[in-house]
């Protein structure tokens, strides 16, 4: 009986290892993807995948000399090697659809973790899918502060949201005033009307009142517009030193030609969205996109003070034919995912949970020019450190904070009949 009990516990040892092996020797990672890659916001979804796509060909592949890590190895160290797969799903710029598509990547695809979605309506709706499978998800483009304030426990975002995008406009504005001697006073605001709209309309209103500006028009349009002139005729009667809109791509294109067409000049034009992360826009708008401004995550003009960034955005475009533009930010975000998924050397849920809350990247460990990547207790990466960027000859170039400044701002923007 002594031996049989010896025999039965040594059997159970050697199953208990080798459950333990196999969950190490892991070939592929699935993540799923949550991007418009079709539609009217699909230029700015694509370029996202191709920014993921980027991250995983760094890791699954050996690349000595890049300082990111999982570069230098292939694969996932902690997980035998295994290579990660992304799995794309498209939500077509419809929280329906993203809400489906979450639920098939899941349920059918057997994807360990989601990444996405551009728009904060559409990550909204795929968030409650992956909060019901206890599912990570890591919003890597979607800014809404909405998104980390419904106590969620699967969901964390590496990139700014807007209040925080909002607030660089402010402090941007009020350096002007006493730095530069502007004297600017008065706010217009343009918003689309779904949830990133909304928010930002409304977080702008507060900082404008927090910082002491007067909000003296805001106005509401529905995404794909086909006119604007009415709401450009009511801005240049509005007295307005600055307008912020927080508008998609197709609306800035179509904002900028009815400006120049109804001849509407202000001092200055913050957007907080569609410029920075599309490849279509500055192409499309040449010299009208001019003097416009952003909040943006990223600047290669400042890459001389972190090499790592010219490296990757070489990387891109050799594969691509552009330069990081929108895919800088989903990079970094896949990239920190895959490292808390390396972390917790295990493709289990809540080991990959775990990781994530844990995760502490320093600024030599990312690709942005951030303090780094450490999510606070409702997922939210506290770390991340806008910077305001100014176009000219189709280039974004950083003119705040003023001491890495790489160009002087410019303001006031000059009219139409001027440039």
């Known amino acids: 009986m002594k031996k049989l009990n010896l025999m039965i516990l040594f059997l159970v ?28 916001v699909s230029p700015a979804g694509v370029e996202s995948f191709q ?3 980027l991250a995983v060909e ?20 902690n997980l035998g090697g295994a290579k990660i797969k992304l799995v794309a799903g498209d939500h077509e710029a419809s929280p329906e659809k993203a809400l489906s598509e979450a639920e098939r990547l899941i349920s059918q695809e057997g994807v360990v973790a989601l990444l ?12 409650q899918s992956a909060e019901r499978h206890q599912i990570p998800f890591v919003v890597i483009d ?9 106590g969620f426990q699967w969901l964390f975002r590496t990139n700014p949201h807007d209040i925080t995008f909002i607030e660089t406009f402010f402090k941007f504005l009020n350096d002007l005033n006493e730095k530069k001697g502007k004297n600017i006073k008065k706010i217009a605001i343009l918003s689309e009307d779904s949830l990133f709209g909304a928010d930002c309309a409304e977080i702008t209103e507060q900082k404008a009142k927090e910082y002491g500006y007067e909000v003296v028009i805001t106005m509401f349009i529905p995404t794909g517009t086909t006119d604007m002139s009415s709401e450009v005729q009511k801005l240049k009667a509005s007295g307005a030193d600055v307008l912020i809109s927080n508008t998609y791509v197709s609306d800035q294109i179509l904002l900028m030609h009815t400006a120049k067409e109804l001849d509407f000049n202000i001092d200055g034009m913050l957007n907080s969205s569609g410029w920075h992360d599309s490849p279509t826009i500055l192409p499309t708008l040449k010299e009208d996109g001019d003097y416009v401004m952003t909040r943006n995550v990223w600047a290669l003009d400042v890459s001389a003070k972190k090499p790592v960034m010219k490296v990757i955005n070489d990387m891109y475009k050799e594969r691509y034919g552009r330069d990081l533009s929108g895919a800088e930010w989903t990079f970094q975000g896949a990239l920190a995912l895959f490292i808390a998924i390396n972390n917790a050397g295990s493709t289990d849920n809540f080991a ?6 844990e995760l502490d990247l320093s600024s030599n460990e990312i690709l942005m020019p951030w303090p780094g990547i450490q999510f606070d207790e409702k997922g939210q990466n506290f770390k991340a450190s806008p910077l305001m960027v100014q176009v000219k000859d189709e280039a974004f170039h950083t003119v705040w904070p003023f001491d890495i400044a790489t160009m002087e701002v410019v303001w006031p923007m000059p009219k139409w009949s001027e440039r």
């Open 142 to 150: 979607s800014s809404s502060p909405a998104l980390t304030e419904r």
């Open 51 to 53: 920014g993921m796509e």
């Open 13 to 40: 040892l050697i199953g208990f290892t080798i459950t333990i092996n196999t969950s190490f020797a892991v070939e592929e990672v699935k993540i799923g993807i949550l991007e418009p890659l079709t539609g009217k």
């Open 352 to 357: 990959i949970q775990k990781a994530l809350k």
């Open 58 to 77: 760094i890791v699954n592949n050996k690349f000595e000399g890049i300082e990111l890590p999982l570069a230098a190895t292939e694969g996932l160290p």
């Open 116 to 127: 996405g979605a551009q728009l904060s309506s559409c990550a909204a709706t795929a968030s």
